[in-house]
């Protein structure tokens, strides 16, 4: 009970009570709290259930070792009031401080389910759960369950060491075996780090590709089930080569989904237009992400703008949930299914049956499933584009269609599949439209008067080595603020990002207070509002910004780049390219840090640029010329396949 509760209760004669209680204690300020509360429970009458100082008098009594006491005052709390996420978490404290595990994860994993992953919750579970695990040492499930808290707080490493544990108790665990090398970090907290990583990830595909070779579909069952639970997503954020990598990935999944459905292990044959009642090319698009998101946001100009007198056009949602933009998507298509529910060969089964010419996945390695369907041949030929931007390694995938502005000279090296390079950024992106009542800068919680240097890609796409560029911006422009944006449910990876980049500060003698914020996961809509209120968009280096440029170029805000070695790290040095604004392509960090300098100190220079973005806008956006182009392509890749079968090239 605060003096200021007791004032808003109109008990004015115990606001005065309080007062001078605080001017005649001595008493450390937690004992104080703890006897108020004893006092004021005593002279007002009140229970434990309807004190409001109840809770932190529990803290208090459980950090002074009074444990049976908090034990009873957090229990009364709970009964009283089961949604009160301050008391169940702190009965289970109690437990844990107790030493028992076991009735600490029973009580948290209730709180998981009521609110939701909350991460002070997960947290407590991941202590709770080594407890049992330390009680039970050779006890395999207790193992499995600390990896799965660990792995939904995003604590890789405590993950990887309850799978060790499950192996070292059981050998034979199937999904620790798969998943214990395989595990990766979204945030990194050195070069060095990357390198432990990747080379435990190397080794542990390697021996799974070695000794995993199922030739029945019994034989299949198991390492499908393991292959079909995570892809390999965090791989290029590295920064690396991933080809042969990936090579022995794909290579490994087509022979175990081949094994799995021997009837469609072999490649359908390509058939002639002259043959059927339909004359036009049938092209199937694929993918988990045909919804608001990346994947559709970016690709979805390919349905749009199809020809549908020369194509006829399907959409496969193959995984992930669907929304008002799928079913606008399913109005330009012919032919659309949704096959989420059904098991896999029977999706499979269900693509193949279609009799495309042409199936194109937009993104693999997000979703397992759209995985698992292309290491299939369903189609006489088959494509991938850069939705996620790396090599497949699926000996089934024929061309990988980029992007001819963003695609380095030597591309070709790093794909297993044959690159085709449409023009310019390849797609037809809709820019989202300009709002007019949007949100300031106070609305969002950003400081008025300062330089608002907005970074807010995922936090995976920044890599320790180049954290030196923000102090070093900061160092030049006084009043330089960068503004990250937290991921929803990633709750470890937040913390040691903020923790790695305010390191970076502190290395070199200044405050990250002063420059660094995180904000929460915002709404798309204000999240579009952040780049109007911002200065200047700072791109990740290493993996570019796609749709986030896209959408910071529609609001006029001006984007600073470094391109990279791969494709992916050169999606806003494209952009920028295609429009004409080449000084803001940096050469190395230092032209980097030079560039975001100028822009941060320089007004009017940043409001020339911005100008000059909105004036050429028509270059970007709505770009029907690409997907003409790749139209082409799927003519003269059907042609080609045609070509092989009638010259009796196998298919």
């Not at 339909?278 to 988990?288: C, F, V």
């Not at 030079?594 to 911005?610: F, K, N, P, S």
């Amino acid at each position: 009970m605060s003096r200021r509760a007791l004032a808003e209760m109109g008990r004015l004669r115990d606001t005065c009570w309080y007062d001078r209680l605080m001017i005649h204690s001595t008493l450390p300020i937690d004992l104080f709290r703890l006897r108020l509360w004893r006092v004021c429970r005593r002279t007002l009458g009140m229970t434990v259930e309807t004190s409001p100082m109840s809770v932190e008098a529990a803290e208090i009594l459980l950090a002074d070792g009074k444990v049976a006491e908090a034990r009873a005052v957090f229990q009364a709390l709970v009964n009283a009031d089961p949604n009160s996420l301050p008391a169940v978490l702190g009965l289970g404290r109690v437990h844990l401080v107790s030493r028992q595990g076991r009735a600490a994860a029973n009580v948290l994993h209730q709180a998981r389910r009521r609110f939701n992953d909350d991460p002070a919750v997960l947290k407590a579970l991941i202590e709770a759960h080594a407890q049992v695990l330390d009680t039970q040492p050779g006890h395999v499930q207790a193992a499995m369950m600390l990896w799965e808290v660990a792995d939904a707080y995003g604590d890789m490493t405590t993950a990887r060491e309850a799978l060790i544990a499950a192996l070292m108790i059981d050998p034979h665990a199937q999904k620790a075996r798969w998943l214990v090398n395989r595990m990766l970090p979204r945030v990194y907290t050195s070069a060095v780090d990357i390198a432990a990583w990747r080379r435990r990830f190397s080794i542990g595909i390697k021996a799974l590709a070695a000794t995993t070779r199922p030739r029945t579909p019994d034989e299949a069952r198991e390492p499908l089930r393991e292959l079909i639970r995570v892809t390999n997503f965090g791989l290029p954020y590295q920064g690396r080569n991933d080809r042969d990598l990936q090579a022995t990935w794909g290579t490994l999944s087509s022979r175990v989904m081949a094994a799995y459905m021997p009837d469609l292990a072999e490649r359908p044959t390509p058939r002639p237009l002259e043959a059927r009642d339909d004359r036009r090319l049938k092209i199937g698009y694929a993918s988990a992400h045909f919804r608001k998101h990346t994947i559709g946001l970016l690709f979805n100009g390919w349905l749009r703008y199809a020809d549908r007198k020369r194509f006829k056009v399907h959409m496969y949602l193959t995984g992930a949930s669907r929304d008002a933009n799928t079913d606008v998507m399913e109005r330009w298509v012919d032919v659309s299914r949704d096959v989420r529910d059904a098991p896999i060969d029977a999706a499979a089964r269900a693509i193949r049956a279609d009799e495309l010419d042409i199936l194109v996945y937009t993104d693999l390695g997000m979703d397992p499933r759209s995985f698992l369907l292309a290491a299939l041949p369903l189609a006489p030929v088959q494509c991938m584009s850069w939705g996620h931007p790396v090599t497949s390694g699926l000996p089934t995938m024929d061309w990988f269609l980029t992007s001819d502005a963003m695609e380095p000279a030597d591309g070709q090296g790093h794909y297993t599949e044959r690159l085709h390079r449409l023009p310019r950024l390849s797609i037809a992106y809709a820019p989202p439209a300009r709002q007019e009542d949007r949100k300031g800068r106070q609305a969002l919680g950003l400081p008025e008067d300062d330089v608002l240097y907005l970074c807010c890609q995922a936090t995976q796409k920044y890599l320790p080595q180049h954290d030196r560029v923000f102090p070093a911006i900061a160092r030049a422009v006084p009043r330089a603020r960068f503004v990250f944006l937290e991921r929803s449910r990633q709750f470890a990876a937040n913390v040691q990002f903020r923790e790695r980049v305010e390191r970076a500060f502190r290395q070199v003698g200044m405050d990250p207070t002063h420059h660094v914020m995180m904000l929460p996961s915002q709404p798309w809509a204000d999240f579009l509002c952040l780049h109007a209120a911002c200065d200047v968009f700072l791109d990740s280096i290493g993996w570019s910004g796609g749709n986030t440029t896209l959408e910071a170029l529609s609001r006029g805000l001006p984007p600073v780049t470094l391109p990279t070695r791969f494709m992916r790290g050169r999606h806003t040095y494209a952009m920028l390219k295609v429009m004409g604004l080449d000084e803001l392509i940096a050469t190395d960090i230092e032209d980097y840090v030079r560039i975001a300098v100028r822009l941060g100190r320089d007004a009017t220079w940043r409001q020339h640029l911005r100008d000059e973005i909105d004036r050429r806008q028509d270059r970007l956006y709505n770009d029907v010329d690409a997907v003409r182009a790749l139209e082409r392509f799927y003519e003269q890749a059907h042609a080609e396949a045609l070509a092989r079968v009638n010259q009796g090239a196998p298919v």
